[in-house]
Structure formats: structure tokens, C-alpha cells
DNA sequence: GTAGGGATGGTCT
DNA sequence: GACCATCCCTACA
């Protein structure tokens, strides 16, 4: 009976997921105009803001921290450009880090991308049918996991590309259901497979910039947390490499736990993860 | 608003 | 053949 319910929505998600392929080729709602349109050669967005080589090749964990607050920029094909504020990420270290893909070192096709220079984009495919983005860091099969973003820029054409894996009638997402989760951004963004082993640094269709209207984001200001979803990892589940800014209401997952030993050492926090709902905005465009 | 169940197919062993 | 860094829908409080 289940299944019977899940082919026939399969069935009207392959026909949305066309009209969503359909979408990005046609013209969209009109945005801000942002950046500039890059020369041949020459890496896109506003050289000002884009961030380079230099800020990808630090540390795991570090890098981790400093995604947040940083701005995700998304090119379209008819120049239409789709920013989201980093709002969530997670550390996977490699090596000895069980929890990695590279764990042990373990290099296979799939996650090639991680053992690349750093800023190179990890894109992998999860139960079959979602996505997630991360980006190598310094350190051998290291890499950050994007988990959530805030709206920014092109809201419409991202809650287009989202309705297009959900049931027709579901009520309209909210801004900052957007992109609230790992694959939630992928598709909010429309990152594709095709952009695994990208440069982040240099790539003319996804980049990164600074964000000039944020304030810096103090150390009280991030949460750090267990990982989510790696539960079957024991020990390595519990390190607290989930970093998310504190009362963000774009965050996927909160921890109360953790909010609370941050700022003052976090220690074992356990499981502690509940759904985000409705925290404090710590913005205010979020509705 | 929250909790629980179930789907999905690529990747790895 | 089993696992999985997720998501959505439904039922219930």
C-alpha cells in the first residue's frame, strides 16, 4: 500500500523534476543584479567579495567555523544569480575521523574529491535520490559538509526548484525552509552532480564571497554539536563538528544541549538534536 | 508543533 | 546484500 502511494508520487516527481530542468533554461522572476558577468579566463563575481584559494586551505575544523556567515552564490544559466547566507556546517576530518568517507585514507571513486586542493567541491548522491555539497579543506580526505543557508537572493526560483520533489498542493514553503538541510540547499541551489571536483575558487557557475552587511560572528555566537545522522559511528558520532550560528532559524537541526555548554567548553553532549522549529531569528527577513 | 515511518538507489563490502 | 552525512508525509497531541 506504501509503495503503491510512493511510485505514483515517484511518478509526478519525475514530471516535476522535468519542468524543473525546463525552468532554469526559461527566464525567471527578476533579482538584484549582483556581481558582474565574467571574462573569459577570469573567475566570476565581484573579485572584492568572491574568496579565493587562500581562504579554502585551513584547517578542517577551522574552515568549518569560517564558512559560517559566508555567502553561497549560485549562477544560472540565463545569469540569474541565487545567494544564501552559510548558516550550518560539519567537519569530517578523514584520516582517523570513522565518520568520513575517507575514513582510513579510503579513497574510491566517489569521494576523489576529497583527497583535491582545497575548495574543491565533494557533490555525493544519499538514499538514492538526494544530494549533498561539501568542500576539501587542508588535510588529506578532509572536507566540510554544507548543512543549511539562509536566503538570500532569487527566494522564487529557489522555492520553484524545491516544489519540484514535492507533493502538488503542499503548502508553500517558507524562506527559511528553503534551505534548511543538506540536500534541501542542493536543490534550492540547484547543485548537480556534474559540479563534484569543481573549484570552488574559481568556478564561473558557484562561488563564495564574503558577506559585506554581516558583522564577524564571535565565538559565542557559534554552536558546536554532534554530527547528525552518523549515529552507527560511536565514538567519532559524538565530536562536536557541527557548527551553526546560535538562534538561526535556518538551522536544520538544534541542540539545546550544546547551546548550553558553548561558550563554556562543550563536552559530551549526547543526543541532544531535535528538529529545528521555531528558534529566536537572529535576522530579520526570515519569514 | 512534534514524532514516527517509509522510500530511494548509489556505493561499498 | 546492506548501508546510508535525508526528506517528506501522516497521524496525533
Not at 577570469?42 to 574568496?51: F, I, K, M
Not at 576523489?112 to 561539501?134: D, E, Q, R, W
Not at 527566494?155 to 514535492?166: D, F, S, T
Request: proline share 7%; glycine share 10%.
Amino acid at each position: 500500500m506504501a509503495g503503491r502511494k510512493r511510485k505514483l508520487q515517484t511518478e509526478t516527481l519525475s514530471s516535476r523534476l522535468k519542468a524543473k530542468v525546463a525552468l532554469l533554461g526559461q527566464k525567471e522572476p527578476p533579482v538584484a543584479p549582483v556581481g558582474g558577468n565574467a571574462a573569459p579566463g577570469e573567475a566570476a563575481g565581484d573579485p572584492h567579495l568572491r574568496l579565493g584559494q587562500d581562504f579554502f586551505n585551513q584547517p578542517c575544523i577551522t574552515l568549518a567555523k569560517a564558512f559560517l556567515g559566508k555567502v553561497l552564490v549560485r549562477r544560472c544559466v540565463d545569469g540569474t544569480e541565487l545567494r544564501g547566507r552559510i548558516v550550518e556546517t560539519e567537519a569530517y576530518l578523514g584520516g582517523e575521523d570513522k565518520a568520513s568517507h575517507s575514513a582510513g585514507g579510503k579513497r574510491t571513486e566517489r569521494n576523489t574529491a576529497m583527497f583535491m586542493k582545497p575548495g574543491t567541491i565533494y557533490v555525493y548522491p544519499i538514499y538514492g535520490i538526494y544530494l549533498c555539497m561539501n568542500v576539501s579543506s587542508e588535510g588529506e580526505g578532509a572536507a566540510v559538509l554544507l548543512r543549511s543557508l539562509e536566503p538570500l537572493q532569487g527566494q522564487p526560483v529557489m522555492r520553484q526548484l524545491r516544489a519540484a520533489r514535492r507533493k502538488e498542493g503542499s503548502p508553500q514553503l517558507k524562506d527559511k525552509q528553503l534551505c534548511n538541510g543538506p540536500s534541501k540547499l542542493c536543490q534550492a541551489l540547484d547543485i548537480p552532480r556534474r559540479f563534484d571536483r569543481r573549484d570552488l575558487a574559481s568556478d564561473p557557475e558557484v562561488w563564495l564571497e564574503t558577506d559585506p552587511d554581516a558583522g564577524p560572528a564571535g565565538p559565542r555566537d557559534v554552536v558546536s554539536a554532534p554530527r547528525v545522522g552518523i549515529e552507527s559511528h560511536g565514538e567519532w558520532a559524538k565530536k562536536p563538528w557541527r557548527f551553526y550560528l546560535r538562534g538561526h532559524p535556518c538551522v536544520s537541526v538544534v541542540n539545546k544541549e550544546a547551546e548550553k555548554q558553548s561558550g563554556n567548553e562543550m563536552k559530551d553532549t549526547g543526543r541532544q538534536n531535535v528538529q529545528s522549529t521555531e528558534t529566536t531569528p537572529c535576522c530579520g527577513n526570515i519569514v
